[in-house]
Antibody
Framework: QVQLVQSGAEVKKPGASVQVSCKASGYTFTGYYLHWVRQAPGQGLEWMGRINPNSGDTNYAQKFQDRVTMTRDTSISTVYMEVSRLRSDDTAVYYC????????????WGQGTMVTVSS | DIQMTQSPSSLSASVGDRVTITCRASQSISNYLNWYQQKPGKAPKLLIYAASSLQSGVPSRFGGSGSGTDFTLTISSLQPEDFATYYCQQSYSTPQTFGQGTKLEIK
């Protein structure tokens, strides 16, 4: 069965960086885009960007363009997202999610990783 | 960026009711519209993709329609487990964007 398993919760200080991992299993890792979506406490869903695990190509939302880096390691079917220069408003649950072919709807989701940014 | 506007933002309904949530895109997105359900503390769950296709395992009381800029999610007969927050999302172009959500509460 398809699973996306994310790394655990993080607490960081403003200005630091955080890396969240997402390990995929149960399907061909290189066959589907993986996306990152975040949700601040009590707020809605926000798309951050995506990575093509086959080529490593990425697309980022403009607001994250200079602070987010998405990478992958095909040998262990894992994608990573790093957010640098953290601010308090980056406090959120970060989800990785798989895009369906053609529609690119998000059909499987990781369990979420809570990142808290606090001095 | 394409803006997605959902209405209503919140809704009170009873078990057995028929409920409709609407989503409007700021420009045409063809049928690249998806619907998700989210319960507190959980990841979103895909219900409907490509405007009207039911995701595997989702009960048939959920239905979607629309194309272009106007879309609807209908729940034909509310069940207790359906009380949650619902989001629409466009996957027509990046950045993919979500509606602000509709919180469905028990009346």
């Amino acid at each position: 069965q398809v699973q996306l398993v994310q790394s655990g919760a993080e607490v960081k200080k403003p200005g630091a960086s955080v890396q969240v991992s997402c390990k995929a299993s149960g399907y061909t890792f290189t066959g589907y885009y993986l996306h990152w979506v975040r949700q601040a406490p009590g707020q809605g869903l926000e798309w951050m960007g995506r990575i093509n695990p086959n080529s490593g190509d990425t697309n980022y939302a403009q607001k994250f363009q200079d602070r987010v880096t998405m990478t992958r390691d095909t040998s262990i079917s894992t994608v990573y997202m790093e957010v640098s220069r953290l601010r308090s408003d980056d406090t959120a649950v970060y989800y990785c999610t798989r895009g369906r072919p053609v529609s690119d709807a998000f059909d499987f989701w990781g369990q979420g990783t809570m990142v808290t940014v606090s001095s | 960026d394409i803006q997605m506007t959902q209405s209503p933002s919140s809704l009170s309904a009873s078990v057995g009711d028929r409920v409709t949530i609407t989503c409007r895109a700021s420009q045409s997105i063809s049928n690249y519209l998806n619907w998700y359900q989210q319960k507190p503390g959980k990841a979103p769950k895909l219900l409907i993709y490509a405007a009207s296709s039911l995701q595997s395992g989702v009960p048939s009381r959920f239905g979607g329609s629309g194309s272009g800029t106007d879309f609807t999610l209908t729940i034909s007969s509310l069940q207790p487990e359906d009380f949650a927050t619902y989001y629409c999302q466009q996957s027509y172009s990046t950045p993919q964007t979500f509606g602000q959500g509709t919180k469905l509460e028990i009346k």
